[in-house]
């Protein structure tokens, strides 16, 4: 820097002074020294000088030289001392202040300095230059440089009060005591503190230093001591946790207020004993104990949660312990913290409790789903290819919900009569699980065993009703539908019925819609209900398609926009394969419901009947196709 003088020699005695330097500052303004040497740095920077020349200013300031009145005294505190880094000029002695003459208001160069100490500091600091009356009486002060926590009652901070004087914002201060110590101060070079003072709600310790031609202050907040004691005390009862020390050499043991409440133990009686905590402990965590204390041996800290037994009931205690220990490893004071943890154990034990229940539950759950499975998968085969029937071609597709926890009860029965018709239904029981399919199966079998006797839908399902009725007195929310249907192939017709069950889809001509539904109430419902049965023609090229209600029903969408997407379908199906349209239209219903089952049985006329086939083949296939076992390519 032009006109000053490199003093420092070489670049190792350089860095000697730079070391001495972050030292000293490190000592007087309580910081690191990674933290004191980057503050150095930045110094150097804006003054655009040697950091070794701004060390050695440090060094003079607060290690060299007798007592001045311009320059702080060994007293001053540590963060107002470290304030005074002012270059060379600043340690000599200040100009004489006439009264004819105040000092100016004007930011000094080395105001600089200062304040880009003051800036690192904590707290409330400030440097003031002082004016003065013709007498030399001190009637103002202006601040020049201050912390960024220095504030005033209207919301200014840190350097939006230089040049401001204080009597603009504290008038009151004029008239004070401490006003003639300020002057004092000046005049004699001698640092003063005043306190407490009151200011806002906080009671200060105002520090007063000379520096320079002005004044260094510092406020102190003054804390209570009563109420920083009640302020920890009311932290250690929210948090439920006490610390305490042990000095092994003396002996002494020291217990806060809430470790007592902890183990209920009343403070006369002093801290227990090791006997008395040993008899605390429950016997099954010895062990644990004392592995704690063999980790405490080998010098690692402790952090364990064992049990004692206290006024009857067993308390869950955190202990993280630690020690001061000697160059050997030998504990010399002993200090730590237990929490009683216990309400947080409890509810742990009462979570992992109902995990448990939780676990059992889901394999329960899981065992009924594979047996429910495993019977509907006995009791309703699924041919994988459309199968052959008397007059007629079927093909039936089960679709799973969504959800594969859930088996449902949804059926299917196609089966040859002896009589050469044959015998198309469709049913869903409500509900899933083991109960739905064993209902399902329960009508299944039924409706076959009842088939022998009569072929009529609607006698059928008045029978199928009667059963359901029975079984809801075991099951009383029981409900089933269902949908029959006869096929006669020599007349090409089709009688049916329904019990509360969506009516069949009929495509012919290239358009398809539901049929006519005929009255009938659900099964288990009415136990002497009656069902209407219907009439259609089913001819050569026609598709039929018995459904249950999972096909339409869907939780994202309207019944009318499922129907018709299910309508839709199976035009396109018809007008892409006439021939075949079964396998068609089978893969394009292949989504799942995933609140539902789904069974689907479609149908259409043969165009011409085998040769050679009889009532009595006929109803051999049927049996056949009952078990799941004939099956033919469309």
């Known amino acids: 820097m032009a006109g000053q003088a490199h003093t420092h020699g070489s670049p190792e005695s350089a860095r000697a002074v730079v070391d001495r330097a972050v030292g000293l500052l490190a000592g007087r303004a309580r910081c690191r020294l990674a933290e004191a040497h980057r503050h150095l740095l930045r110094m150097a920077a804006e003054q655009r000088c040697d950091v070794a020349d701004v060390a050695g200013r440090v060094i003079r300031l607060f290690d060299g030289g007798p007592q001045t009145a311009d320059r702080p005294s060994p007293e001053t505190a540590p963060q107002i001392v470290a304030a005074a880094m002012v270059n060379p000029a600043v340690v000599s002695p200040a100009p004489a202040l006439t009264t004819a003459e105040p000092p100016p208001r004007r930011f000094r160069p080395w105001l600089a300095t200062v304040q880009g100490v003051l800036d690192a500091l904590p707290g409330m600091a400030a440097f003031f230059t002082a004016e ?186 955190r202990t993280v312990a630690d020690a001061v220990r000697d160059t050997e490893g030998r504990p010399l004071r002993l200090y730590g913290v237990v929490q009683d943890v216990t309400e947080q154990q409890a509810g742990a034990e009462r979570l992992a409790e109902v995990e448990h229940q939780l676990d059992e539950q889901s394999r329960t759950l899981a065992a009924e789903h594979d047996l ?119 007349r090409r017709e089709l009688v049916w019925a329904q019990a509360g069950h969506p009516p069949p889809l009929l495509s012919r001509g290239g358009r398809t819609a539901p049929l006519a539904r005929p009255a009938g109430p659900l099964l288990g419902v009415v136990e002497d209900a009656t069902y209407a049965g219907a009439v259609t023609e089913f001819r050569a090229g026609d598709v039929l398609l018995l459904y249950t209600d999972g096909l339409v029903e869907h939780r994202r969408r309207s019944l009318d926009a499922g129907l018709d997407a299910v309508i839709a379908a199976v035009d396109d199906a018809v007008r892409a394969s006439p021939q075949q349209p079964l396998a068609e239209l089978l893969a394009r219903l292949r989504r799942a419901n995933p609140d539902d089952d789904t069974c689907i049985l479609a149908a259409r006329p043969s165009r011409r009947r085998s040769p050679g086939t009889t009532p009595s083949s006929m109803g051999k296939v049927g049996r056949m196709l009952h078990s799941g076992a004939g099956t033919s390519t469309e």
């Open 372 to 490: 429910a499975g495993r019977l509907q998968r006995i009791i309703l085969p699924i041919p994988e290819e459309p199968i052959d029937l008397p007059g007629l071609r079927a093909a039936i597709r089960y679709l799973p919900a969504g959800d594969d926890t859930l088996v449902g009860g949804d059926w299917y029965h196609a089966a040859a009569l002896r009589d050469g018709s044959v015998l198309l239904a469709v049913g869903d029981v409500a509900g899933h699980g083991t109960q739905a399919a064993t209902t399902m199966a329960q009508l299944r079998h039924a409706l076959r065993a009842l088939s022998i006797l009569t072929s009529d839908p609607s006698t059928l399902l008045a029978q199928l009703n009667r059963l359901t009725c029975e079984l809801g007195h075991e099951s009383p929310e029981l409900a089933a539908t269902a949908v029959i249907a006869r096929f006669d192939p020599r």
């Open 132 to 317: 003065r009356d013709d007498a030399g009486r001190l009637i103002d002060l202006v601040w020049a440089a201050c912390t960024p926590e220095a504030v005033t009652p209207d919301g200014r901070r840190g350097t939006q009060l230089i040049g401001h004087p204080v009597s603009r914002y504290y008038p009151e201060v004029l008239a004070e005591q401490r006003w003639h110590l300020y002057q004092r101060v000046l005049d004699r070079g001698e640092p003063a503190d005043v306190g407490p003072v009151r200011m806002g709600e906080g009671e200060f310790t105002v520090r007063a230093r000379p520096l320079g031609p002005g004044l260094l202050i510092s406020w102190e907040r003054r804390d209570d001591p009563d109420h920083e004691v009640d302020r920890l005390d009311g932290m250690e009862q929210l948090g439920n946790l006490g610390w305490g020390e042990w000095d092994m050499i003396s002996g002494e043991i020291y217990w806060s207020p809430q470790l007592y409440r902890i183990y209920e133990r009343d403070p006369s009686l002093g801290p227990l004993k090791q006997e008395e905590a040993a008899a605390l402990a429950v016997a099954d965590d010895v062990p644990l104990r004392t592995a704690a204390q063999e980790s405490f041996r080998r010098g690692q800290r402790v952090d364990v949660v064992h049990r004692v037994r206290i006024g009857g009931r067993v308390k869950h205690l």
